[in-house]
């Protein structure tokens, strides 16, 4: 039987799941990811719109992908042609928070590679993880 796991993408550093869950059928996975899906947003749909949850069957590569604004209900009475706009507009917000996301670390380590070349104190961690890349 597959194993399936999940990662959400926020934008902000993602989130993984490590053990997963078993599921005889794929579309029963991806119907389990969409109920993650709804109860991650509920009450909170403006904040978690930009959202991503990607389904992986044992461990390979995604085999799909679930954008939060697809699927979110405060946006069932608009137009089609604006939902698709919010929809890339949420896309484009994740994307972007990705980057900044990036820039700090970079900007980060590059603090910490200078505060250790000197002899002086610096940021180990972020996030959990090393600051400086090996």
């Given at each position: 039987m597959p194993t399936y796991t999940f990662k959400v993408l926020d934008g902000c550093g993602d989130v993984e799941d490590e053990t997963g869950i078993?599921?005889?059928?794929?579309?029963?996975?991806?119907?389990?990811a969409r109920d993650v899906v709804h109860e991650l947003m509920r009450n909170r749909?403006?904040?978690?719109?930009?959202?991503?949850?990607?389904?992986?069957?044992?461990?390979?590569?995604?085999?799909?992908?679930?954008?939060?604004?697809?699927?979110?209900?405060?946006?069932?009475?608009?137009?089609?042609?604006?939902?698709t706009m919010v929809e890339a507009m949420s896309e484009r917000k994740r994307l972007l928070s990705e980057v900044l996301h990036a820039v700090k670390g970079t900007v980060q380590e590059s603090r910490a590679l200078v505060a250790r070349s000197r002899g002086k104190p610096y940021l180990a961690s972020r996030f959990g993880r090393s600051t400086i890349r090996d």
């Open positions: 078993s599921f005889q059928h794929r579309d029963r996975a991806i119907r389990y749909e403006l904040e978690t719109r930009s959202w991503r949850l990607d389904v992986y069957e044992n461990g390979d590569g995604p085999i799909h992908a679930i954008p939060f604004a697809s699927i979110d209900p405060t946006l069932d009475h608009v137009v089609p042609k604006l939902r």
